[in-house]
């Protein structure tokens, strides 16, 4: 089979995962909640009951003999049209990008879920790129070095950190940072780094007024470097490093062993002995002849990594009150602002499908041998 | 004539003395090696036979030192012209197989790196060290030079590469990428020598586009680009079929000659012996039961085992059929006490179990170790 | 959680109403963007002198043609207070109007669309005399016409700058209405009909319902120059909640003229969580940045020293640069409905068991908490043990919370005998919410056993269960109900009564909505606060107490004597009538507490906690918002 | 003849490598002291569980007493916080909680509480991966691909999400929390099941089975199953902590069923509110969760290793 054909046949794969996961969450938001609760983001409070009886057929949810709205709240009188109706006129709102209003505390009840979510998405992506960057940076060079000195000290201490991160709950490291970095290690009686926020509008070590900057994709880091606020930038970096930190120990674990285990595969296979016996440098041998064919495999992990992270930002946000997706999602699930939720989850859906699309293309691309 | 040649040649390449050497796994330990005496002349190609598991390729791997973490020889010496092969720091070691200590592999298919080139496999020989091998490529360059120079209508610049080459043989030293082109070239010009078709053309090849014949005939080419003092060919053969397996030995055997080195032939095949070994021996458990010449070999085995190995053998006149040895190689996590073939042994008696043979020379360069040749009286001491 | 946008932060520090609270308590006001002003005595025309020299922060003068678009502009449209803020804003000042203008005030449905506009104009609410003086023509007078007109929500703005902003906005969206005036013609007052009108064009209930359009001051976007105050909004991000206000060079300097911005940015950040922000705090402090953060009583002594408070109460911070201003009281009380006729949500009917349609089990629950203990061990005193629905001081001043007398004190013996009476001869006969008797057969609120056994214990019980619920993380509410929860559950253990409580934490917004529709028996409502729209003792009742409020009023409850009452303030009111206003505020108010319709629990307490380099700044007790005491600042 | 035919159903190979894996167990444990500690620490941990009720008395966790709240008077450990509260005769060697309850206590309760919803969460997504993966693995064909797109979907979200999103729809209780991590985890183990039983049909004494006209549901749960399922034991082994790990992340973000409840991530979700007057609330529930997951990671880790014939040399 040729390479496009592969690549159609995942990418139609992929169309239907969605699709699916858009029934399963439709399902389980709209099927076990009362349409009242489904209506709500679309209904500006300010509305009469003719208002919103006239919100809730156009949203799909009331039929339209429905005589009241408060016949529609009691459920009765066949005011409510069947789950399928239902779904039809969602994923038409879904696919428009139509999510109503916010009803998110804190934030004008006239802004729209869907300007809401992806005002504060950047912050989210931001963490999560910064850490599976870090992720990587960690996770491969203690994977190779725990194989390439399998049962000695060296492995020994990075499976203890691979395993430790793998262990801790993700909370209370952030917690203990905070506690060690922020209140008792003080530089010259300041708190080290930022405890809040993407921006370091409160650290200590900031510049006292980093000014603003345009907001060209909505990433800090990326906003500053390209309206060359230098200060800003720094301010950003210094915000994430606890943040993106937390993430990256207690994510390393899974990509380590997989690195780890790879490795130990390979450096058994006879054509390393062979290349010893050539009398290669040992650097030889592991970078030139085992590193890659351990890599390669790790690659397939990444989707398993993006899951892993997105899922991990939710708590170490809330924890650093970092202003993403994250952090809001909790504020929705106690408002009941379900759309927010139901947009949280596909948008993570698409994310996770496609990296995991991309990855097995590239996979396949990379390596010589595969035949798909 | 290669006989004579061995009888003559006194000095021996290698030899292993008293070799014992032990394999910590989770079950237990096991005694693989239990002090094997072996030496190779200069030149020699020394046949070792045994069923497998028997240490055969423990052995070679010994005296590679390449050995896996959980081996341990636990005592003798393997001694490489002159140089104690086991004391060497890792280091000496390595260097000691980038350039002395060539070996060949069993299975031609996953012993070349599947994503690797066949070029860059060969290649990274000489850039892992590239001094050792300067004179070895810039001889190679002269001697085509003055090939050259000598034909007609030579090419002008060659007089000035000479001259370059020669100032590089003094300094040792070589620029990259001058090195390289060398190395290219020599790795092609060996391809060529061990008969592969369109050798620039397998320079640039992936393993997996290679028969196993080509890919074996790749690994001696690379085993030859260290003109080694020790060849140590592991069962090259069988992985092969019957026709390539006659190439491959006669090419080994051309080899030997060339580059005059000694090679250390493992196998279980008799008939590869019988064809292209001077000397012979045999290994059973973890021990060299005999030595011999070939031919006095084949023509009066000694050793119990030794002489069941021969009568297995399927001969071309079907006077009578082969008939194997009973019983099967010994658990050498607890191994047979004193002579470790007693349990299979026809002819044991009261001896063998409880006392070790050692290695009595019943003949001229035919030694065994056997009760039944003698070694009763006095204590075990393994001359 | 707050929101910045509701609350007063902005309109307190951008935007200026013609009156002011004034400083030290809100029981007055003080003529601010006013200069001065005369109540005709039938309290039907106010007439007003407005300041001169005064202008926007864009430039344009403040003159009587600004207050004219700027009331118009509240009249007709919700939440056009210059920070959106729901349907208060219009309600507060329709309620002087013809009350069919409001779905608040009649029952009718609202018309929406031009005509509304329409119906508006018609009133003549504002009528310009002069460049600077105007009159208010009121239909129904009312004793707190001034505090409407403090109330952050009738700030000023500027008139060219919203309609010209507002205009650009609706007509770059103008996909499913067509403005009637595309473009605005005539004199101000021209107009600023006009601009109604086609405000209300806006409004549409199509087939993806947007509701009227937004207006361009709703979410305060970056650079609103509207307001004539200290600041003007730089920036907000709607996302981060981040909203940067910088200040106003060429303020007027407020009637003392020493009014200053003397900080030259505020950054207000939303920071959910408190540790941070304390955290936050303390790196300013150090980094010497200024900053306020809003504290819980609850972590009062994260920053506070506890024996300072406790022994000599001061607030004296912990931390080195940071000063904690307060406490204040404020025109708050929290409370904990005890509700009868609770409805099933899923079948919608009423739940055969209403335990506090019975005095004896609303008593008995209240007589179960220690509410003096929780407010100085969980509350650590921020506050004070309510003895009424009114808050102290609150205006007209003598509505006297001290002299009303609580039914209720914590006492566990009570409760027990409580308990008791009311389980071994129960109540037999309910009044629905409409005042008709309910079938009998209906409700029962039978629990455990009506004659108890030689052990003194029920036989076979009656199993019974009253959940309570409150607001997630609000620790005091969870520490009172918990207290319920315990003295009741004890006393039910001993008797073997089969009577349990329960106590769940339910998210404020799920509560709140479950509460309003009488879903739940008893609910802890501080997670919203019950605060007035303004400080006025007569408002606090409204939805309380008084008949048709949003409580469901309790069984046994005089509905009718409440009712006379009610109508009674509600004429001294518009009489301005002071005396008897005062007096039948305080009868509704012996009233309520003889009946314990509610548990009455704490009026809290309001303190600034910010860095020591911030000099100045003015704390009114009149705005209407609760907690993040922050975000009350006037900072200058 | 028939008992050579039997000799391939009890799977000869099975005792000795039960066996060898026992001898290489133990070898692991000789030459590596983590596993060991592993171990130790999770059967001290169920031990802690299975005793918890005898040393506290389960009534406890509903008592609060507001004059102990945030109290710290361990004589070993003053601890450097500003506005110490004090706890008057008695000593709390973990101090106390916003309740007023003995921090120790609360943990020793909540010790049980967790582990019996990780067990939960386990024992029911092995059954279910057990059965539908194999199910996928041995039928293939379409039942096959329906159960792998239907876990593809789960896999697509994670997990928190899910978990978030069915709390908010099914309420807040031990069992919805429970149900909520029960539907992340099952994929997993669908997914592990069925690799292992796709390598284990095509074994000859499948064939063989077959050729004596043994029905597949007999092959499946009587041979296949039994011959797979040691994998997922392991896997088991190591979700354990992860399951802790999830349980706790959940309740400390808030979607607690009772915050008094004394589960380890729930008393953290305190400890974050009071991080400044009681780092001990914090600290403490945390460093369980830590020491447990650990233990059960260590361990499971370990018996991966005895598992891996890759490692086996």
């Not at chain 1, 000290?153 to 922020?182: E, K, N, T």
């Not at chain 2, 085992?305 to 194997?324: C, E, F, I, N």
């Not at chain 3, 039978?446 to 199993?463: D, K, M, R, S, V």
């Not at chain 4, 549901?217 to 009587?222: C, V």
């Amino acid at each position: 089979m040729r390479l496009y054909e592969y690549v159609l046949r995942r990418i139609l794969f992929m169309v239907f995962v969605l699709f699916a996961l858009s029934v399963l969450i439709f399902y389980l938001t709209r099927g076990l909640l009362p349409p009242t609760t489904a209506l709500a983001p679309y209904i500006n409070p300010r509305l009469t009951d003719a208002g919103k009886l006239s919100i809730a057929r156009a949203v799909g949810v009331a039929t339209s003999s429905c005589p009241s709205f408060s016949d529609f709240a009691a459920l009765q009188n066949g005011c409510i049209t069947p789950l399928w109706t239902q779904y039809l006129y969602w994923l038409k709102n879904v696919l428009v990008g139509n999510w109503g209003y916010t009803l998110l505390p804190g934030i004008s009840g006239t802004e729209s879920t869907w300007s809401v979510f992806f005002g504060r998405f950047p912050y989210t992506a931001e963490l999560d790129i910064v850490a599976a960057a870090l992720t990587f940076l960690i996770a491969v060079p203690l994977g190779i070095i725990s194989a390439t000195h399998n049962n000695k000290a060296p492995d020994h201490l990075s499976r203890i950190v691979s395993l430790g991160g793998y262990s801790i709950p993700q909370f209370w490291f952030g917690a203990m940072l905070l506690l060690v970095f922020v209140l008792y290690v003080r530089i010259g009686g300041l708190g080290l780094l930022p405890a809040s926020g993407a921006l370091g509008t409160t650290c200590a070590l900031c510049f006292s007024n980093p000014g603003t900057i345009t907001a060209y994709t909505g990433v800090p880091l990326l906003d500053a470097l390209l309206s060359r606020n230098i200060p800003y930038f720094w301010d950003s970096v210094v915000a994430i490093i606890l943040p993106a930190m937390t993430l990256a120990i207690t994510s390393l674990g899974l990509l380590t062993r997989i690195v780890r285990s790879n490795m130990m595969e390979v450096l058994r296979q006879d054509y390393i002995t062979m290349a010893r016996s050539k009398g290669l440098k040992e650097r030889t041998v592991v970078y030139s002849h085992a590193l890659r064919n351990a890599i390669l495999p790790a690659i397939t992990v990444t989707g398993l990594l993006v899951t892993y992270l997105i899922g991990g930002s939710v708590i170490v946000e809330i924890v650093f009150s970092w202003p993403g997706v994250g952090s809001a999602a909790l504020v929705a699930a106690d408002v009941l602002d379900i759309n927010f939720l139901e947009l949280f989850v596909l948008v993570a859906g698409v994310i996770i499908v496609v990296t995991n699309l991309t990855v097995d293309i590239l996979y396949a691309v990379l390596d010589p041998r595969i035949r798909y | 004539m290669s006989q004579a040649h061995t009888q003559e040649g006194g000095d021996d390449i290698l030899s292993i003395q008293e070799l014992k050497l032990k394999f910590h796994t989770y079950a237990g330990e096991v005694s693989a090696l239990d002090g094997i005496k072996l030496s190779i002349k200069k030149g020699e190609l020394l046949g070792l036979v045994g069923e497998s598991g028997c240490g055969k390729s423990v052995t070679a791997l010994a005296i590679a030192g390449l050995l896996p973490p959980n081996a341990e020889v636990t005592g003798g010496d393997v001694v490489l012209d002159g140089k104690n092969v086991l004391a060497l720091k890792p280091e000496e070691m390595r260097l000691a197989r980038l350039k002395d200590i060539a070996m060949i592999f069993q299975d031609p298919m996953t012993y070349l790196n599947p994503v690797l080139t066949i070029g860059s496999q060969m290649a990274e020989i000489t850039r892992a060290e590239p001094k050792l091998f300067v004179s070895t490529l810039v001889n190679y360059r002269l001697r085509q030079i003055d090939k050259q120079v000598e034909g007609t209508n030579p090419n002008p610049g060659l007089p000035a590469e000479r001259e370059r080459l020669r100032h590089a043989l003094e300094s040792q030293s070589l620029g990259r990428k001058e090195l390289n082109e060398l190395t290219r070239s020599y790795a092609i010009s060996l391809l060529r020598s061990v008969r592969l078709p369109e050798p620039e053309k397998v320079f640039e090849m992936y393993p997996f586009e290679l028969s196993g014949g080509m890919r074996q005939r790749v690994m001696i080419a690379m085993a030859m680009m260290r003109r080694p003092k020790l060849l140590l060919a592991d069962e090259i053969t069988t992985a092969l079929d019957v026709t390539v397996q006659a190439q491959i030995l006669h090419l080994l055997k051309d080899l030997r000659s060339e580059i005059n080195t000694s090679v250390l032939l493992i196998t279980h095949d008799l008939a590869i012996v019988a064809e292209v070994c001077d000397r012979v021996a045999v290994m059973y458990a973890g021990n060299i039961v005999e030595i011999a010449e070939v031919h006095e070999l084949f023509r009066n085995p000694l050793h119990p085992y030794s002489k069941g190995l021969l009568a297995s053998v399927p001969r071309a006149d079907l006077t009578r059929t082969p008939d194997s040895i009973e019983g099967s190689v010994p658990d050498l996590l607890s191994p047979p006490s004193g002579c470790r073939f007693h349990p299979r042994c026809p002819k044991a008696f009261e001896v063998c179990p409880s006392r070790k043979p050692s290695m009595i020379e019943v003949a001229p360069d035919h030694y065994v170790s056997c009760f039944l040749y003698g070694g009763l009286n006095g204590k075990n001491n393994n001359t | 959680m707050y929101d910045i946008y509701g609350s007063s932060v902005v309109p307190m520090n951008v935007y200026e109403p013609l009156f002011s609270y004034n400083g030290t308590n809100g029981v007055n006001t003080v003529p601010w963007l006013a200069q001065s002003y005369t109540l005709s005595f039938d309290g039907h025309t106010l007439s007003l002198t407005l300041r001169s020299g005064i202008t926007f922060a864009d430039g344009e003068p403040f003159n009587s043609s600004a207050v004219y678009f700027t009331y118009n502009r509240i009249l007709v449209m919700d939440g056009s207070a210059p920070i959106g803020h729901g349907t208060q804003a219009s309600w507060i000042f329709q309620q002087l109007l013809n009350t069919s203008l409001s779905t608040t005030l009649c029952a009718c449905t609202q018309v929406y669309g031009t005509q509304y506009a329409q119906d508006v104009i018609a009133e003549h609410f504002v009528q310009i005399t002069g460049p600077l003086t105007l009159e208010l023509h009121i239909t129904n007078p009312n004793s707190a016409l001034l505090y409407f007109l403090a109330h952050p929500v009738s700030g000023i703005v500027a008139p060219g700058f919203v309609m010209q902003h507002d205009l650009a906005l609706w007509s770059e969206s103008s996909n499913d209405y067509q403005l009637p005036y595309p473009k605005l013609s005539g004199n101000e007052t021209q107009m600023t009909n006009e601009y109604m009108i086609d405000y209300q064009a806006t409004c549409n209930t199509g087939a993806t319902p947007k509701g009227c359009a937004q207006t361009y001051l709703d979410n305060s976007v970056d650079g609103s120059q509207a307001g004539t105050g200290p600041y003007t909004v730089q920036s907000v991000n709607t996302a981060t909640n981040i909203i940067t206000l910088s200040a106003n060079p060429n303020y007027w300097g407020g009637p003392s003229g020493n009014v200053h911005a003397q900080i030259k940015t505020i950054i207000y950040k939303y920071v959910p969580d408190q540790t941070t922000r304390e955290i936050d705090l303390q790196n300013a402090a150090a980094a010497g940045q200024a900053m306020v953060i809003d504290v819980a009583p609850t972590n009062i002594y994260d920053v506070a020293s506890r024996s300072d408070w406790i022994n000599h109460n001061n607030l004296v911070s912990t931390t080195p640069g940071v000063t904690i201003y307060g406490p204040y009281t404020q025109y708050a009380t929290w409370f904990i409905p005890l509700d009868t006729n609770v409805t099933n949500p899923f079948t919608g009917t009423y739940y055969s068991f209403q335990p506090f349609a019975d005095y004896r089990l609303r008593l008995a629950f209240a007589d179960s908490v220690n509410l003096t203990l929780i407010n100085e061990q969980v509350n650590n005193k921020l506050g004070t043990v309510a003895n009424s629905i009114l808050p102290p001081g609150i205006p007209p001043s003598g509505t006297n919370v001290s002299s009303s007398k609580l039914a209720y004190s914590y006492n566990p013996d009570v409760v027990q005998s409580l308990l008791l009476s009311a389980m071994e001869n129960p109540i037999t006969h309910f009044t629905l919410e409409n005042g008709t008797a309910a079938p009998s057969g209906e409700f029962s609120n039978a629990f455990g056993c009506t004659a108890l056994n030689a052990a003194g214990t029920c036989n076979h019980p009656i199993p019974q269960t009253i959940p309570l619920v409150y607001a997630t993380g609000d620790t005091i509410d969870e520490a009172i109900l918990n207290q319920i929860a315990g003295t009741i559950n004890n006393v039910s253990t001993t008797y073997n009564m089969g009577l349990s409580v329960d106590v769940t934490p339910l998210p404020c917004g799920q509560m709140t909505s479950e509460a309003f529709s009488g879903e739940v028996y008893a609910w802890a409502e501080s997670c919203f606060g019950w605060y007035d729209d303004y400080p006025w003792a007569l408002d606090f009742f409204e939805p309380i107490v008084a008949p048709g409020g949003i409580y469901a009023a309790p069984e046994g409850w005089n509905t009718a004597q409440m009712g006379e009452y009610w109508n009674a303030a509600l004429q001294a009111s518009s009489q301005g009538d002071m005396t008897s206003l005062i007096n039948s505020i305080n009868s509704m108010n012996a009233l309520a507490n003889e009946q314990v319709s509610n548990l009455w629990t704490f009026y809290p307490d309001i303190y600034m906690v910010m860095t020591s380099n911030i000099r100045g700044f003015a704390f009114n007790p009149g705005f209407y918002t609760t907690g993040e005491p922050s975000q009350m600042a006037l900072l200058y | 003849m028939s008992h050579e035919m039997k000799q391939p159903e009890k799977n000869p190979a099975k005792s000795r490598r039960q066996h060898s894996d026992l001898r290489f167990a133990l070898h692991l444990l000789r030459q590596n002291p983590i596993v060991m500690a592993g171990l130790v620490i999770s059967v001290a941990t169920v031990v802690l569980a299975l005793l918890s009720n005898l040393l506290v008395n389960g009534a406890y966790w509903h008592q609060q007493n507001l004059t102990l709240r945030l109290c710290w008077n361990n004589p070993a450990f003053g601890w450097p916080v500003t506005n110490l509260f004090n706890c008057g005769g008695q000593v709390y060697p973990l101090g106390t909680d916003a309740y007023g309850r003995s921090l120790l206590q609360m943990i020793i309760l909540a010790i049980p509480i967790d582990l019996q919803i990780a067990l939960e969460v386990v024992a029911s997504a092995v059954v279910i991966g057990v059965v539908f993966g194999s199910l996928a693995a041995y039928m293939g064909g379409l039942i096959d691909e329906v159960i792998l797109r239907i876990t593809d979907i789960f896999l697509a979200v994670p997990w928190i999400l899910l978990a978030i999103v069915l709390i908010v729809v099914l309420g807040r209780s031990l069992t919805t929390l429970t149900l909520a991590i029960i539907i992340t985890w099952w994929p997993w183990y669908v997914r592990l099941m069925r690799s292992q039983v796709i390598g284990e049909k095509e074994k000859l004494y499948v064939e063989r089975l077959k050729m004596m006209g043994a029905g597949w549901p007999r092959i499946l749960f009587r041979h296949v199953i039994p011959n797979s399922i040691y994998p997922i034991l392991v896997q088991s082994t190591l979700d354990i902590g992860s399951v802790i790990l999830t349980v706790s992340a959940l309740t400390f973000i808030g979607l607690t069923p009772n915050p008094l409840l004394p589960e380890l991530g729930n008393l953290s979700n305190q400890g974050i509110e009071y991080f400044f007057t009681a780092p001990w609330l914090i600290i403490f529930p945390g460093l369980t969760i830590l020491i447990i997951s650990l233990g059960f990671n260590l361990l499971g880790d370990g018996i991966r290793d005895i598992f891996d014939p890759r490692l086996r040399r």
